[in-house]
């Protein structure tokens, strides 16, 4: 039976949208408060995160010990994979993870094949067959997840025109007048947010990327686009990088403040038999952070991988080129996945407590 054999391209250039993918939250103080949160809270105020799901939940909702054991009877694996694969985000890290699978073991087969010990002077024809297939397969999954992620510039260019016409913008509030004239569209985007407008231009250029070989554009219009795909993924990944240590050592600086207060509430009531009510929301307080700061870890590993994988496409370095590539690219893959089942199963399990 015949393949299909899909246009070969150096690698993909949607990086960028899991670069962000977890939106970093600023912590808010209110400096007006008499007494301030022990812990400040993230802004309640609505900010946008680039490839983030509607349903993600609420990180500082926790819940309670009992709930949290009774919902977790109910909430199986399958049902996390099917909500999972339902988004087209969750397909594609399965469909990265198979790809990057599929690229490690090719690899493996390449360096065993050429060894000495296993060196043969020819090939039997069903080897050959095999790997052709493989490497068929590989460049599918490649294509089919630039297809998945085609149209992903409408969720910038809607945070956008939503940001014009919100109406406790800064901008309106000052405005003496009832009603103002629609602005234009080259002055939105000029005032929209740099992270925003540097996913939408990259969205519209990986598109482009994809639609080339798709054959509707142009075989040098669509490597432009793809270069150019390369910069923004770069860019971003270096300011998430950035973002990343910035909230780490926030996080840190709020684990050292519980830690000793928790230290100093149990020295004070080192004669006492039970725990004081602010000791228990300290100790809940600490393992919250401490559950944000590894997840904060794991962003930062997957952010490095991608740093590392883009690299090599921007600078186009080719010292180990492949092996490089296909390592990074499956450990980014695996990470990221993690991060997607962990959110999805916090929105089953908050789901599920309710009806508890």
Not at 316 to 343: C, M, N, V
């Amino acid at each position: 039976m015949a393949t299909i054999d899909f246009p070969q391209h150096s690698e993909d250039h949607n990086g960028f949208y899991n670069a962000f993918e977890t939106g970093s939250s600023s912590f808010v103080m209110n400096p007006l408060a008499q007494h301030p949160p022990r812990t400040p809270r993230t802004s309640s105020a609505p900010v946008y995160h680039p490839n983030e799901s509607k349903e993600e939940p609420d990180e500082d909702v926790e819940l309670e010990e009992p709930v949290l054991q009774k919902a977790q009877l109910r909430v199986r694996q399958e049902e996390v994979w099917r909500e999972m694969f339902v988004t087209s985000n969750g397909r594609d890290k399965a469909f990265k993870i198979i790809q990057y699978s599929l690229k490690v073991y090719l690899l493996f087969h390449v360096s065993v094949a050429s060894s000495r010990l296993w060196r043969r002077s020819t090939r039997p024809p069903w080897e050959r067959e095999f790997v052709r297939r493989l490497n068929s397969t590989v460049d599918g999954f490649s294509f089919t997840r630039k297809c998945l992620l085609l149209f992903n510039w409408l969720g910038p260019l809607t945070a956008i025109l939503a940001q014009e016409s919100d109406p406790f913008s800064s901008e309106k509030s000052r405005s003496k007048q009832p009603k103002q004239q629609p602005k234009p569209f080259v002055h939105t985007l000029m005032h929209a947010p740099p992270p925003v407008l540097l996913e939408l231009v990259h969205a519209i250029s990986d598109d482009v990327f994809t639609f080339s070989k798709l054959g509707l554009f142009g075989k040098r219009t669509g490597d432009r686009a793809g270069r150019f795909s390369d910069w923004c993924w770069l860019i971003a990944t270096l300011v998430g990088l950035v973002e990343n240590g910035v909230e780490r050592q926030m996080i840190g600086n709020l684990q050292h403040q519980v830690e000793s207060r928790l230290y100093t509430e149990s020295m004070a009531s080192a004669s006492a038999n039970s725990k004081s009510a602010a000791s228990k929301y300290d100790e809940k307080e600490l393992g919250r952070l401490q559950k944000q700061d590894y997840w904060l870890q794991i962003t930062r590993w997957k952010l490095l991988m991608d740093l590392v994988f883009v690299s090599y496409d921007v600078f186009k370095i080719q010292r180990a080129r492949e092996p490089i590539k296909t390592f990074s690219g499956l450990a980014a893959a695996l990470l990221s996945a993690a991060k997607l089942y962990d959110r999805h199963k916090a929105t089953l399990l908050k789901a599920a407590s309710l009806s508890i």
